[in-house]
């Protein structure tokens, strides 16, 4: 018998990228929930770290953390799985760690300008070095340039390896995704002085991360299906060409939700009300098929916190871009709760279900590579570990969802339909007594799902570094062939 061990050097080019843009994601993962874990305080006590680190710049980087977080999970993902599928090298290996490198640096600048330069003017000069002053994507100018030539050089490694290897349907949808991940960001790049048709032109937050993100979560969805259940590739690529039809159809339609209150014609109150909700239907119609196509074929699974995590996903997506979405985009109700705590309960459990639980499923897949391909079954030593990071982060997650639906209820009740959207409205709903105690409960679940990050962390650092396999690796494939061969 011998015991697995992390050997780094082994890996093939693209997955050695790969776990560079997983370690930092699981950094930045780590920021994100801190400064959350703040802003909610900040919440509960205004006084909290006023005028050294004031609520607008927590914010900020809470958000902006989760979007880049997201955003390195995603191309780590992509490195990781492209040579299996291309069935060759990754082409550009050299240009991909010099993008990486600079990403990495750019983001520890930008991040630092927003902790030490919080107040200032605004004008041409702040836009460019300091902060664009745009939600989501307050950067400055230099680091979106920065963003999208890192978007290209990732979009030609990709493309380059599939045309040098194998092209496969998910390498299709994949390459022309990488197009609008570019190119859609292009979009927050410019700005009008009228707020209406800046916001028109908004397109940053729904086709880029809403859009080309779940096209992207799809295709990696596909790979590791096929993976971890050896799921045939006519059922996942399938469900994915309905994703894509899905997204870029009805999906771009989708974005009209955007659209209700900023003096748009009102045919997008109909058009942006039906179609925000079918987004995420096929991501969870492809895991319920592969998942039923495993146990009528009695295929094993040897990695059972990814696929735990994949089933996370999937149904996590669901509820928070599907039904929660559905919930607060109907334009009847989206009359009295927009811009109240709905929007972030929405927000906290889509982005959660639908981005951050299939980057953590795909950290267990590197990790079992790391660890020489030891199963990582029911005979896992301290399977406890990744069973309660699991529960706590999706407790977590959902109790805050919960608790910011009970205070954006009560501050739109107020707010909304009592006070007439007034000032003095928003600023009683404020102190109403259900939407302060659902921020104290968000704030518990919050520290709730901190610990499952902590756990989380520990278990990915020590999983399966005592598990023993025989020398032969007998033990080492499931009975099913390989998924990159089907």
Known sequence: MKYSKTDYSTLSPGKKLAVKYFVVAIILFGA???????????????GLFYNTLDFN???????????VWMLYGFIGSVYWLIEDEAQTELVGYTLGNLAFWILTLAVTVVVAVYLLVQIGPGNQLSLWLINEGREYIEAPRWADIGIVICMLI???NVSATFMKGRWTGIAGVL????????????????????????QYWWWVIHLWIEATWEVLVGCIMAWALMHLLGTPR?????????????????????????????????YWLTIGGFFSALEPIPLVAMVVHAVYDAGKHDFKNRNHPAMAWLIAHAFGNFFGAGVWGFMHTLPQINLYTHGTQWSASHGHLAFFG???????????IAVQKLRGDVPFDSRLP????????????????LGMTLALLVSGYEQSFIERAIEGSTWAGYFKAQTAKWFVQGMWWRQFFGYATIAGYLLLVWDLATIGKTVSQPASGADKLPAHQPAVSR
């Open 175 to 198: 390459v022309l995704d990488l197009v609008a991940l570019a190119g859609l960001y292009l979009a927050g790049m410019f700005y009008t002085p009228n707020i209406s048709i800046d």
């Open 154 to 156: 990732f979009f030609y």
């Open 32 to 46: 994100q929930l801190l400064f959350g874990a703040i802003a909610g305080a900040q919440y509960l006590h205004p």
């Open 382 to 397: 301290h399977a406890w570990r990744w069973k309660w990071a699991l529960a706590l982060l999706n407790i977590g997650v």
């Open 57 to 67: 710049v927590v914010r900020m980087v809470h958000i902006n953390a989760m979007v």
């Open 354 to 364: 639908a981005y951050a639980s299939i980057n953590i499923a795909m950290w267990y």
């Open 234 to 266: 006519r059922i996942v690529q399938t469900w994915l060409y309905i994703e894509v039809a899905l997204m870029f159809g009805p999906g771009i339609l989708g974005l009209g939700h955007h659209y209700f209150w900023i003096g748009t014609p009102e």
